[in-house]
């Protein structure tokens, strides 16, 4: 709904919406055919996993000739690999305007680091809901948006 809403909003023709799954097989919705679907998910460059169903940042950014571009919306549930990837999301060859995350149970020094990094890096948080529907509360959805460094000149 959110991507179709999005679409909606923006125009059907500038919005262009990239999938991610790494086990496709247990997708129980088939994907729109105006989407772009990848059978693959997200890893961090220090992970060791080896396998075709995971690419880091960088490598996608280079499959999909995003390098150098802006991404608008970065909307990513990664089932806990948020608090191993969000560094590379920070220095990715492409600017992210905004963040949209599901975060999951951590140790608290890696929530810390995390909301330090994306802080550090010009975000803030302008959206917070627990997910009570599916995460039972456990996990909840952040919203970030990247602001001009010269918002923060005052703080």
Not at 52 to 65: A, Q, S
Not at 77 to 96: I, K, P, Q, R, S
Request: proline share 3%; aromatic share 14%.
């Amino acid at each position: 709904d959110f991507e179709e809403g999005i679409r909606e909003i923006i125009g059907r023709r500038k919005c262009e919406v990239h999938i991610f799954e790494p086990f496709p097989e247990k997708m129980t919705d088939s994907v729109p055919e105006h989407y772009h679907f990848h059978p693959w998910g997200l890893k961090s460059k220090t992970s060791g996993i080896s396998s075709d169903n995971f690419k880091t940042l960088d490598e996608t950014l280079e499959e999909l000739g995003h390098r150098g571009k802006i991404i608008d919306v970065f909307k990513i549930d990664c089932e806990h690999c948020e608090w191993t990837t969000y560094g590379e999301w920070l220095d990715a060859d492409a600017t992210l305007m905004q963040i949209l995350v599901e975060v999951h149970t951590s140790p608290a020094e890696y929530a810390n680091n995390f909301f330090e990094g994306l802080l550090a890096h010009g975000y803030v948080i302008f959206h917070k809901e627990a997910n009570i529907q599916f995460g039972g509360g456990k996990c909840v959805e952040f919203a970030f948006l990247k602001l001009h460094q010269n918002f923060f000149m005052y703080r």
